[in-house]
């Protein structure tokens, strides 16, 4: 899991989290605990300050963000019999500062406590053998942190101004000096051969850096926000790892074989560059923020490109590699894109932030559909895959606001975790029990095909209602389709725009077989009209005064109320639609699409 996305998700967590009630001192009971396959997948005593996990509920592991963001919670305790403590589970309680946790636990995810401010000591047990990036990063632990016998330094106090690595030390882990702001130089000494993702991220002062040969792998953003004035290159010159964002250019030597992920973050002053031949891949946001870049030169030696690696440039043309097996990237001022039919791999982040994208149609070559890779597309409506996918990753469809509607074949078999996590969706499948079982699981409504999706841009619409508003209409599992406007058969189904707009009553017919299923409904976007006439047959304008009787008529068929006071008060429709009396009256009509109109006038 990627920087991005993970903190994008403690972000929901938290906002959501917030807007609990905090009562001092309580404590928190077994039924706010959701426990499922061994797995604490969600806590919800909202109210609690000193949590204790029960021992009885046969917990094997906490799951991902199970507390994430409950500012109130200022001791937790975890029961024996939990091995592994996921992703990001207790990020961003601010007032946690006693943890206990028993011996028996040997996995500590990534971002564990990331944010934890009032955590300022912990206790690790013997039997850690892991612990993923960034887990104490934003926290006030004032020691550094070691586990497997010393050999992996996983923090350091954010206070320190220098620092001196013990010699059993072979691996820095992710995160491990991330905002150390005091730092300014360091020597990391023979027998490293690991640096995490972002080890030294932040550390803003950082101008000098000595690496020893023996280190053969850096992770993503190892070196980024740092002062570093030169190119880091590690592995006899194999791995490109950081070049320093303030260059104009850059030459890749031809000894790389790896660029390393978020090597070139943020270096905004690139606007082209050429990879060599030999380099086989490019890890994670390697590019990612490098504004000004326009073009990219990809030999075919690439094999694999990571998460989000272009994302936040200025390219234009889409990328991809192994023969165009891997689609990579698209540009997000896309509003409209045609998956070519050598693609098999939607690269994780390939479509993020395309915000203009409306519709997107998945062909049924692609095989996988990567982590967040249509992510936060703000536009999306509708999506439809085709049978031959069969993975869908985690936050593919993440925060797609107004999407309304997906078709998912009984092909799919995996659909990683929050894949449609704060968008709002109805699920269309064949008869896949596990597509179904999903979709209950995540509280989503389910429609078996042949079915219509119907929608504007905000909300599904029902059969026979009238809507004051485009509509997009998605047709899943049919032979042929087919529409009438007012009566008349249209030459086409589906307008170009891929919405109906015209006013008028459409009934759009679809058959699948033997099976034939319509769906009517009206777009009325235009308000009623109110006409009042004189007795001399002129038009009366509004809040104009006149003398005798007045004629009112509507040119509207769908009314849905009138309404007429006379002088601020309740009075019967004129049968005739005349009225004589002297006075004030005041006319509302509204129809069936929530369209409205007023008209105010005086009889003197």
């Known amino acids: 899991m990627k920087r991005i996305n993970r903190l994008f998700s403690l972000a929901i967590a938290f906002i959501v989290l917030c807007t609990v009630l905090y009562v001092p001192n309580a404590q928190a009971v077994s039924s706010n605990f959701v426990v499922k396959d061994g797995v604490l997948i969600n806590y919800s005593g909202n109210d609690a300050t000193d ?43 601010s007032s946690l500062s006693s943890v206990s946790m028993p011996e028996g636990v040997t996995t500590l995810g990534k971002y564990v406590f990331l944010g934890c401010s009032s955590l300022k000591s912990i206790h690790l047990p013997d039997s850690i053998i892991s612990i993923g990036a960034e887990t104490f990063v934003g926290t006030s632990i004032t020691e550094p942190i070691f586990i497997d016998a010393g050999t992996v330094l996983c923090h350091v106090p954010v206070t320190f101004a220098n620092y001196t690595f013990p010699s059993t030390v072979i691996k820095i882990n992710g995160g491990a000096f991330d905002g150390c702001v005091k730092l300014t130089s360091i020597t990391i000494p023979e027998g490293v051969v690991e640096i995490g993702d972002y080890a030294f991220a932040n550390c803003i002062n950082l101008g000098s ?25 590690v592995n006899d010159g194999s791995i490109l790892c950081y070049v320093p964002k303030g260059v104009s250019s850059y030459t890749i030597p031809n ?56 994302l936040g ?22 509003s409209s894109f045609t998956i070519p039919k050598t693609v098999t791999l939607i690269n994780g982040g390939a479509f993020l932030f395309c915000n203009k994208l409306k519709t997107i149609s998945i062909p049924s070559n692609v095989m996988t559909i990567g982590e967040e890779a249509f992510g936060r597309c703000g536009k999306l409506t509708s999506v439809s895959i085709s049978n031959g996918v069969t993975s869908i990753g985690e936050y593919a469809f993440a925060v797609c606001d107004y999407l309304r509607s997906i078709f998912i074949p009984d092909s799919v078999t995996s659909i990683g975790q929050d894949a449609f996590v704060a968008s709002y969706v109805t699920i269309y499948g064949e008869k896949s029990a596990y597509i179904k079982k999903f979709a209950k699981e995540i509280d989503f409504p389910y429609v078996s095909i042949p079915a219509f999706s119907v929608t504007t841009t905000y909300y599904k619409v029902l059969n026979n ?10 047709p899943y599992g049919f032979d042929s389709t087919s529409y009438t406007i007012n009566g008349k058969q249209a030459k086409r189904y589906h307008p170009a725009s891929g919405v109906f707009s015209e006013d008028g009553k459409y009934v759009i017919k679809g058959k699948a077989g033997a099976t034939t299923k319509t769906f009517t409904f009206t777009v009325d976007k235009t308000a009623p009209k109110i006409i009042v006439k004189s007795s001399a047959g002129k038009v009366v304008k509004k809040n104009a005064s006149i003398t005798g009787t007045a004629r009112i008529s509507i040119t509207e068929k769908n009314i849905s109320s009138k309404t007429i006071k006379f002088n601020g008060k309740a009075f019967k429709w004129p049968s005739t639609g005349k009225v004589k009396v002297k006075g004030s009256y005041s006319i509302y009509i509204y129809d069936k699409a929530g369209n409205h109109s007023t008209f105010v006038f005086k009889i003197k």
């Open 51 to 93: 949590v204790t996990i029960p021992g009885d509920l046969g917990i094997t592991a906490i799951g991902r963000d199970a507390f994430a963001g409950y500012y109130e919670i200022k001791k937790i305790t975890i029961p024996i019999g939990v091995k592994t403590i996921g992703d990001a589970s207790f990020a961003y309680c």
């Open 209 to 233: 850096i000595t690496i020893p040969k023996s280190v053969i792998s850096v992770g993503t953003g190892a070196f980024s926000s740092t002062k570093l004035p030169a190119a880091i290159l």
């Open 255 to 310: 000894t790389v074989t790896a660029i390393a992920g978020g090597a070139f973050l943020k270096c905004s002053k690139i606007s082209t560059l050429a990879i060599p031949e030999g380099v086989i891949s490019i890890g994670d946001l390697a590019f990612l923020d490098c504004v000004k870049m326009t073009k990219v030169i990809i030999p075919k030696t690439v094999a694999s490109v990571g998460f989000g690696a272009f």
């Open 313 to 334: 440039t200025s390219i234009a043309t889409p990328i991809y590699i192994n023969d165009g097996k891997i689609l990579c990237y698209v540009s997000k001022n896309v």
């Open 465 to 474: 209602e009238y809507v004051d508003e485009n509509v997009n209409v998605v």
